[in-house]
Nanobody, 117 residues
Framework: QVRLVESGGGLVQPGGSLRLSCVPSGSIVSFGTMGWFRQPPGQQREVVAS???????FYANSVKGRFSISRDNAENTIYLQMNSLKPEDTAVYSC???????????WGQGTQVTVSS
């Protein structure tokens, strides 16, 4: 069984930065597209950014130019560098990874990011 574990969330002032990590544990699988989603308070989950196995990236318009997604294929790990954070970035951030062979989607438990002065 595969588990995804996020870390790096916390409380930060507007304009600050955080770096999220998503590390798998358990069974060894190869992941295709991996990504970050977030769920702001009282709202639906939305995609933040994604990255394919080959390194192609996608960003939501709301985070373009501020967030950067990267991955380490050898470690099956992805990162989300978040700069110039705004209060509206406050949310629970979860990582997602798609099994390259079965296309099954794995989800992490999420990490809280709070942007407030």
């Amino acid at each position: 069984q595969v588990r995804l574990v996020e870390s790096g969330g916390g409380l930060v002032q507007p304009g600050g930065s955080l770096r999220l990590s998503c590390v798998p544990s358990g069974s060894i699988v190869s992941f295709g597209t991996m990504g970050w989603f977030r769920q702001p308070p009282g709202q639906q989950r939305e995609v933040v950014a994604s990255i394919t196995h080959g390194g192609s990236t996608f960003y939501a318009n709301s985070v373009k130019g501020r967030f950067s997604i990267s991955r380490d294929n050898a470690e099956n790990t992805i990162y989300l560098q978040m700069n110039s954070l705004k209060p509206e970035d406050t949310a629970v951030y979860s990582c997602n990874a798609q099994d390259l062979l079965t296309l099954y989607n794995y989800w992490g438990q999420g990490t809280q990011v709070t942007v407030s002065s």
